[in-house]
């Protein structure tokens, strides 16, 4: 099993530019997120999914879009990348029935916006 | 609402020292509390968790975790470190059925030789 794969690793974009992070997960998981972790700060919720076709805002939602229409993908859209969305961004995914282990997390995306 | 505090930003200890690792969390109802450690450039694993029962959890690496719900808190541990344990460490809170994970700011763990 591949479990959580975040593309791509690394992204350079210019202000005003829009981009989309891809998750994808083969484990049938229920549940997805995302996470920017910047320093000192921890890991944030942006947005996060109960399942295909439902979509709700985490702790930090501005800026970021997300849809759901797969059980398996969960993309991020940043319509308008703006510096403040420097950061590393985390996938990860995790089923009702197997939360209580823990989500399972992509190895990660780093975004510089300049 | 709830939070997550881990007041140790960075934290260095020999290597074969013990270790703790603060986490205080604060949540209404009954936490679901995990420690996850990220290596520098990788994503995070999952160390330890706790949901009821036993205050007292054991994890992978030789970690454990207690939970002592008077001081809201749930302490990482472990005896003898190793030069491998040098990483950055999270606490996290799951609620409302673990749809939403909380996580503390991280600790850094340096370990000296």
């Known amino acids: 099993n591949a479990g959580v794969t975040q593309t791509p690793k690394f992204q350079v974009l210019k202000t005003g530019q829009s981009m989309t992070l891809q998750c994808a997960q083969d484990?049938?998981?229920?549940?997805m997120s995302w996470y920017r972790q910047d320093p000192g700060m921890g890991l944030r919720l942006i947005h996060y999914?109960?399942?295909?076709?439902?979509?709700d805002q985490g702790e930090v939602p501005n800026g970021y879009n997300v849809s759901r229409s797969t059980t398996e993908d969960f993309p991020l859209r940043l319509l308008s990348a703006a510096p403040s969305q420097t950061s590393v961004y985390f996938c990860?995914?995790?089923?009702?029935?197997?939360?209580?282990?823990?989500?399972?997390f992509g190895s990660g995306t780093r975004l510089t916006v300049v | 609402a709830q939070s997550v505090t881990q007041p140790d930003i960075h934290i260095t200890v020999s290597e074969g020292a013990s270790l703790e690792l603060r986490c205080n969390y604060s949540y209404g109802a009954t936490p679901y509390l995990f420690w996850y450690v990220q290596s520098p450039g990788q994503g995070l694993q999952l160390l330890l968790k706790y949901f009821s029962g036993d205050t007292l959890v054991q994890g992978i690496k030789g970690f454990e975790a207690e939970f002592k719900r008077s001081q809201s808190s749930f302490n990482l541990r472990k005896p003898s470190v190793h030069w491998s344990d040098a990483a950055e460490y999270f606490c996290?809170?799951?609620?409302?059925?673990?749809?939403?994970?909380?996580f503390g700011s991280g600790t850094k763990l340096n370990v000296k030789p």
């Open positions: 999914s109960v399942g295909a076709g439902i979509t």
């Open positions: 990860a995914s995790t089923s009702p029935g197997q939360a209580n282990y823990g989500y399972t």
């Open positions: 996290a809170v799951g609620v409302n059925n673990f749809n939403k994970f909380y």
């Open positions: 484990m049938n998981h229920e549940y």
